[in-house]
């Protein structure tokens, strides 16, 4: 007889209401991949009486979380509930009675992921969570499965769609900042406070899981550089169309000489690189492997149905697993904590914003400085601001070490001829 496996939910929410939709719509496909059907035995609430946009059964929803954790027809808890402190204890009784976990949760597992996967191999269970970095995207499974027999040496995505709809209103539509967050709070692709996503935040903590899983390192938040989008100028954005290139906010990871670096920071885009065309609320990851090159992941990053597509992947992966008799075993092998690259091995191009002093030889004092460096330009645009006795400069380097660079931002502020550095961004791609 055909084995039931029981699921429980903590939340129903709109991604918990999501999840349901599909299990009950798509029972007999389910059941064809499966070869068991998945029942859902109870779904922890706060509120019983609540109206919500699926109906179930009364009986099966509760305000107590025993009734899922400690219950024995259930074999597959799913977190849905999102912050880190009732997940996180939620998610360890789960676990320590035994049943497998899926969740969504980016914040709980960013910071504290190995933790919890060391209980879940201890207790012979599963914890998946794809759905926690790219909504219906399945980058995860890739980096996991499809690419798992190759050496990862580069990721690099859009993995906020708050900010990228935001940057892609400014640039197509010219309309500042603050005016583009407010459309969308009102599209609701924005919170009510949008600081995780705006500071870069969310990004990171998406970036510490890629990174922890392409390169085997326990990479903290601590490690990640972050930098948000609240200082990004119409005016660097109109340069950068002059230029060729596309800002995004970029998670990036890279290994150099088997250190990492990881960091989330607006970047500007060539045009010829295919992140460059990702808009609105979309997300992609690109990942570089060094047998299959380069490859990349996109899709929508949220919403209800896809991001509980992505966990009923998880969903369908922990059964098959629960009937092979092999739960326990798919957790990340994480070898050691993250060594992080010295400013020498970190290599881009970079994007200068200058304001300069409108006088005979200011370009040539600068022009000095980068050579003496060894650093050289790739593109230069200057434009007089007659009313202000000064000029705007704009330089995009070669390929240089970070360390040169901020070396040379350094002495560029020391510099007579400088009023102001207005900006500076890293440029991936290669530029015209």
């Known amino acids: 007889m055909d084995r039931k496996i029981g699921i429980g939910i903590l939340g129903l929410g709109v991604v918990g209401s999501g999840i349901i939709h599909i299990i009950k719509e798509n029972k007999e496909m389910l059941y064809k991949k499966i070869g068991s059907n998945l029942s859902i035995e109870r779904v922890l609430v706060q509120d019983i009486e609540k109206d919500r946009n699926v109906t179930l059964p009364k009986k099966l929803l509760t305000t107590n979380p025993d009734d899922v954790l400690k219950n024995p027809d259930i074999d597959i808890v799913i977190e849905v509930i999102g912050g880190t402190d009732d997940a996180y204890i939620f998610i360890e009784e789960a676990l320590n009675n035994r049943k497998h976990v899926v969740t969504a949760n980016k914040d709980l597992i960013a910071l504290y992921g190995s933790e919890l996967h060391d209980l879940a191999e201890q207790q012979g269970c599963d914890l998946f969570y794809e759905a926690s970095v790219g909504g219906g995207i399945p980058v995860?499974?890739?980096?996991?499965?499809?690419?798992?027999?190759?050496?990862?040496?580069?990721?690099?995505?859009?993995?906020?769609?708050?900010?990228n709809y935001i940057l892609t209103k400014m640039d197509e539509e010219g309309v500042p900042f603050e005016e583009a967050l407010q459309d969308a709070q009102k599209l609701g692709f924005a919170e009510a406070d949008p600081t995780a996503d705006i500071k870069g935040l969310d990004a990171a903590r998406k970036m510490a899981i890629l990174a922890r899983l392409a390169f085997h390192m326990n990479v903290a938040l601590d490690d990640i550089e972050t930098r948000g989008i609240t200082n990004i100028s119409l005016t660097d954005l109109e340069y950068g169309k002059q230029l060729g290139l596309t800002m995004k906010l970029i998670g990036m990871a890279k290994t150099h000489n088997d250190t990492v670096e990881v960091s989330v920071q607006p970047t500007f885009i060539a045009n010829v690189h295919p992140l460059s065309a990702v808009k609105n609320e979309y997300n992609a990851?690109?990942?570089?492997?060094?047998?299959?090159?380069?490859?990349?992941?996109?899709?929508?990053?949220?919403?209800s149905l896809p991001t509980a597509t992505a966990i009923m992947a998880d969903v369908i992966h922990v059964a098959k697993n629960i009937q092979l008799g092999i739960t326990g075993k798919s957790g990340p092998i994480i070898e050691r904590s993250?060594?992080?690259?010295?400013?020498?091995?970190?290599?881009?191009?970079?994007?200068?914003?200058?304001?300069?002093?409108?006088?005979?030889?200011?370009?040539?004092?600068?022009?000095?400085?980068?050579?003496?460096?060894?650093?050289?330009?790739?593109?230069?645009?200057?434009?007089?601001?007659?009313?202000?006795?000064?000029?705007?400069?704009?330089?995009?380097?070669?390929?240089?070490?970070?360390?040169?660079?901020?070396?040379?931002?350094?002495?560029?502020?020391?510099?007579?001829?400088?009023?102001?550095?207005e900006s500076y961004y890293q440029i991936e791609g290669e530029t015209v």
């Open 285 to 303: 990851v690109y990942v570089k492997g060094k047998a299959v090159g380069e490859t990349m992941f996109y899709g929508p990053g949220a919403g």
């Open 140 to 163: 995860l499974r890739g980096l996991t499965d499809g690419l798992v027999s190759d050496e990862i040496q580069e990721v690099m995505g859009i993995i906020n769609g708050t900010t």
């Open 338 to 421: 993250a060594r992080l690259s010295p400013p020498h091995l970190r290599t881009s191009s970079f994007y200068i914003r200058l304001h300069v002093h409108d006088r005979v030889g200011s370009f040539a004092h600068i022009s000095q400085l980068f050579q003496d460096m060894d650093m050289s330009f790739k593109r230069i645009v200057q434009t007089p601001m007659k009313k202000q006795q000064t000029a705007e400069i704009i330089l995009v380097t070669h390929q240089t070490s970070l360390e040169s660079f901020t070396n040379a931002m350094n002495k560029l502020q020391q510099m007579d001829v400088v009023k102001s550095i």
